[in-house]
Structure formats: C-alpha cells, structure tokens
C-alpha cells in the first residue's frame, strides 16, 4: 500500500500561526494544477507498482479551488488510481468554503472524507488568529456536510492561546462533542519562526501560554474524549471506532507516499524526496518536464531515528519484532538501554510486543524520543 499526497498552497488570507507553504495568488491556480497533472507523470514509478490506496489534498486551503479543478485533477489520478477502491480520500477545507453548492461539487467527486480547520469555537480566539470563519459559521459548514451524506469529518482545534483559559477549552472540546464529527486534532500553539504570532511575541505584545496551563488543557482532552468514547490514537490525535486517519497513519508506519505540488514530501523506505517550498519554482520546472526536488539517502541511524520520531508518537509504539528485523542488535541493544529509566518510572512501558510512551509520559514526550537518539558529534 501508499499513500499520495498533494500539496494546494493557496489561501485567501494568511492565518496569524501558519508557517506551512501557502500563498494569496490565485492566478496561477490552472498553471499550478497542470503542473501537478504533470509531475504525477513523471513520478508515479517511484512506488514501484505498489498499489495507491490514500489520498490527502491539503495545504494550504485546497478549498479554494473550484470544483472544476478538483475535478480534472481528479480525472487525471484516475489514469493511475482506482478511485473506487481507495480506502481514504481526504480534501482539507476552511468552514466558510463549505457553501451547499460547493459541498454539493464535493459529492460528486471521489472525495469520502472533509477535514476542517476550525480552530476555535469562541470568535475573538479567530479573529486573533486570523481565520476567516465565524464560529457558528464553522457549526454550520459541519451540518452541512453532515446533511449531505459525509460520515468521516474530522475537525482541528488550537489550545494555549495567549489569554485562553481552562474554561474557555472546555467549552471549545464540548462544543466540538456537540457535532458528532467522527476524528478530532488538537494542537497546542506554537511559536514558529517567521510568522506573524512569533513577530507579536517579540514585540511583548502576546504572552506565550505556560507549561502548566497547557498541560492541564490537554490533560482535560484527554479525559473529555475518552469519556465520549474518542481513542487517542497518536499524540495529537482521536477518533471514533474505525475513523482513525489512514493516510496521516501512513506517516507513522513506515508506509511510502508520494509527494507533489510546491513543499511536498515523500518517502519511499530508503529515502526521502523534498520539493522546493517555492510556488514558482516548482511550476517552473514542472513545465520544463524537470522534477525538481532534493533527495536525502536515510542511513540505518537515520532510520532509527525517523522510527523514534513516528511510531512513539503513536499509542501503539514500537513493535519491537519488526525493528529487530530492521536494525543492527547494537541498535537495539540501544534502544532497550535508553528507555529503561522511562520504563522504570512509568513514562514508557514495553508489552504485548511494543514498545510506547504513557499516557503520563506524552506529557515530555519530546524529551524521552529524544533521549533514545543515538548521540552525534
């Protein structure tokens, strides 16, 4: 199995957090979705036959482009893909793109499941972020989607905004419960560099949300979602029974993807690819019939590591009869060594085959993933 993956860098408007690649000009969005046409061309082979059976359009806002261009999209994965036999098809949408019409386009494309970037329920949280959608907006555009048939809606929140408090989270969670969507992600807020929120941090005027106040946030998460019968399935991530998120998984497992449009990765078991976080560019060469990424030969350390950073942050873990099957034994050797303080005071425990972090552990999960890297000089 694969994944495949491509990249709509195009939003209307920047949100005040965001430092993945997007950009406002929507002028090229017909050169752009030729290009992308173009480069599935040229790469389809890197899979080595192995059979597509995911597909997530995000970005950005793929929500901007029209259902004509979803469509011939579409229409040309279809040369390689069989639709009908896709166990997941995800398009990311922004609330207030989801309009009876557009939603209605939706349908009539291959499309089985909407993830939608809400963020928020309280309106001054979005207007501080930046989004473009009103809470009850963000309400509306689920309803919708429910109302026409969508069974598989996954829905993002934000905690550890300046001024949030326990209260206002809890609200948030709840009213999110409220919907009955089937998959919810939560992220804690963070402070890259280059935006617009890390730009008004240093200015003094934001303060960054404390450790403890977060930690109680996702704690109460936790319990929130677990109580209304959501499994924590990875770190940031809760689902239903059977609406866990196949193609984000892939990310976790070891399974390879392909990577198109502007910023994209792949990954195909020995490497990874990267295509250059530069619209232009990537169009550029696309239209010259030249793929244009930079490759990164992983060695067997930089394959254990990639191992850490994916599968611990997974409830399951590290299935430890694949990674002996994988790796040298002084890796291994390794790994049993550095994680036998975790193990010991209950941060880490190894059973049923695998090796994963507790629930008391994912709090400073960071720090014991990486306390199970191999030292470098």
Same mark, same amino acid.
């Given at each position: 199995?694969?994944?495949?993956?491509?990249?709509?860098?195009?939003?209307?408007?920047?949100? +005040?957090?965001?430092? $993945?690649?997007?950009? &406002?000009?929507?002028?090229?969005?017909?050169?752009?979705?030729?290009?992308?046409?173009?480069?599935?061309?040229?790469? &389809?082979?890197?899979?080595?036959?192995?059979?597509?059976?995911? +597909? #997530? +359009?995000?970005?950005?806002?793929?929500?901007?482009?029209?259902?004509?261009?979803?469509?011939?999209?579409?229409?040309?994965?279809?040369?390689? =893909?069989?639709?009908?036999?896709?166990?997941?098809?995800?398009?990311?949408?922004?609330?207030?793109?989801?309009?009876?019409?557009?939603?209605?386009?939706?349908?009539?494309?291959?499309?089985?499941?909407?993830?939608?970037? +809400?963020?928020?329920?309280?309106?001054?949280?979005?207007? $501080?972020?930046?989004? @473009?959608?009103?809470?009850?907006?963000?309400?509306?555009? &689920? @309803?919708?989607?429910?109302?026409?048939?969508?069974?598989?809606?996954?829905?993002?929140?934000? #905690?550890?905004?300046?001024?949030?408090?326990?209260?206002?989270?809890? #609200?948030?969670?709840?009213?999110?419960?409220?919907?009955? =969507?089937?998959?919810?992600?939560?992220?804690?807020?963070?402070?890259?560099?280059?935006?617009?929120?890390m730009q008004l941090r240093e200015q003094g005027r934001v303060q960054e949300c404390n450790e403890e106040l977060s930690l109680a946030m996702y704690t109460m998460l936790i319990e929130r979602l677990e109580a209304a019968g959501y499994r924590q399935y990875e770190i940031s991530n809760f689902a239903l029974a059977h609406h866990e998120a196949r193609h984000n998984s892939s990310y976790w497992d070891d399974t390879p993807y392909l990577g198109l449009g502007a910023a994209a990765h792949s990954y195909d078991g020995s490497s990874r690819r990267y295509n250059p976080a530069d619209t232009q560019t990537y169009i550029d060469a696309i239209e010259n019939g030249k793929c244009c990424y930079d490759e990164e030969r992983l060695t067997p350390t930089d394959r254990y590591h990639d191992m850490l950073l994916t599968r611990l942050r997974t409830r399951r873990g590290i299935n430890i009869a694949q990674c002996k099957a994988q790796f040298d034994s002084s890796l291994i050797d390794y790994m049993y060594s550095m994680a036998a303080p975790h193990i010991i005071c209950g941060n880490m425990e190894l059973s049923d085959g695998y090796l994963h972090i507790t629930r008391q552990g994912l709090f400073i999960s960071d720090s014991i993933i990486s306390d199970l890297f191999v030292a470098t000089d």
């Amino acid at each position: 199995m694969a994944g495949l993956y491509l990249h709509i860098p195009f939003c209307r408007t920047r949100c +005040i957090y965001c430092d $993945f690649h997007s950009g &406002v000009d929507m002028s090229i969005q017909e050169r752009y979705i030729d290009a992308l046409c173009h480069e599935l061309d040229l790469r &389809v082979n890197e899979l080595q036959g192995t059979p597509i059976t995911t +597909i #997530y +359009i995000g970005g950005g806002t793929p929500s901007q482009l029209s259902i004509e261009r979803l469509q011939r999209l579409f229409n040309h994965i279809a040369q390689y =893909v069989q639709l009908n036999r896709s166990q997941e098809i995800t398009i990311e949408c922004n609330p207030d793109d989801l309009s009876p019409q557009y939603i209605e386009g939706l349908r009539s494309l291959p499309i089985n499941r909407i993830s939608m970037g +809400i963020q928020s329920f309280d309106d001054n949280d979005l207007r $501080f972020l930046r989004r @473009r959608h009103s809470a009850q907006g963000a309400i509306d555009a &689920v @309803r919708r989607c429910q109302e026409a048939g969508y069974d598989n809606i996954s829905i993002d929140l934000i #905690y550890g905004l300046p001024g949030q408090t326990l209260d206002m989270w809890q #609200y948030n969670i709840d009213r999110a419960l409220s919907l009955g =969507v089937q998959h919810l992600s939560a992220y804690a807020l963070i402070y890259e560099e280059g935006t617009a929120l890390m730009q008004l941090r240093e200015q003094g005027r934001v303060q960054e949300c404390n450790e403890e106040l977060s930690l109680a946030m996702y704690t109460m998460l936790i319990e929130r979602l677990e109580a209304a019968g959501y499994r924590q399935y990875e770190i940031s991530n809760f689902a239903l029974a059977h609406h866990e998120a196949r193609h984000n998984s892939s990310y976790w497992d070891d399974t390879p993807y392909l990577g198109l449009g502007a910023a994209a990765h792949s990954y195909d078991g020995s490497s990874r690819r990267y295509n250059p976080a530069d619209t232009q560019t990537y169009i550029d060469a696309i239209e010259n019939g030249k793929c244009c990424y930079d490759e990164e030969r992983l060695t067997p350390t930089d394959r254990y590591h990639d191992m850490l950073l994916t599968r611990l942050r997974t409830r399951r873990g590290i299935n430890i009869a694949q990674c002996k099957a994988q790796f040298d034994s002084s890796l291994i050797d390794y790994m049993y060594s550095m994680a036998a303080p975790h193990i010991i005071c209950g941060n880490m425990e190894l059973s049923d085959g695998y090796l994963h972090i507790t629930r008391q552990g994912l709090f400073i999960s960071d720090s014991i993933i990486s306390d199970l890297f191999v030292a470098t000089d």
